[in-house]
């Protein structure tokens, strides 16, 4: 089995920064992708960043040139760093993680984490 454990989530004033922290444990050969969604109240989950093992990275819209995704593959943990921030980001942040549990296994398992609230307020 894999854990997913978000960290770094809270309250920040509009304009401010933040940095989730989302480190997995488990059963992991290679984390194939990472990804951050997010939830706010009485909408869809909404992807905001991935990023692949080599390091690719995509963003949505409403967070590109604000936000940075990062990982360390060593420490199976992913960071989503995030500034400028506005009301709108407000949302339970979730990790995502596609894992490849055994080196002689091709097939994936996809985990989630539990979530961790950010809020952006004054």
């Known amino acids: 089995q894999v854990q997913l454990v978000e960290s770094g989530g809270g309250l920040v004033q509009p304009g401010g920064s933040l940095r989730l922290s989302c480190a997995a444990s488990g059963s992991i050969f290679r984390i194939i992708a990472m990804r951050w969604y997010r939830q706010a109240p009485g909408k869809q989950r909404e992807l905001v960043a991935a990023i692949t093992y080599g390091g690719s990275t995509n963003y949505t819209d409403s967070v590109t040139g604000r936000s940075t995704i990062s990982r360390d593959n060593a420490k199976n943990i992913v960071y989503l760093q995030m500034s400028s921030l506005k009301p709108e980001d407000t949302a339970v942040y979730y990790c995502?993680?596609?894992?490849?549990?055994?080196?002689?296994?091709?097939?994936?398992?996809?985990?989630w984490g539990q979530g961790t609230q950010v809020t952006v307020s004054s």
């Open positions: 995502y993680a596609e894992v490849r549990r055994f080196p002689a296994e091709s097939y994936t398992f996809k985990y």
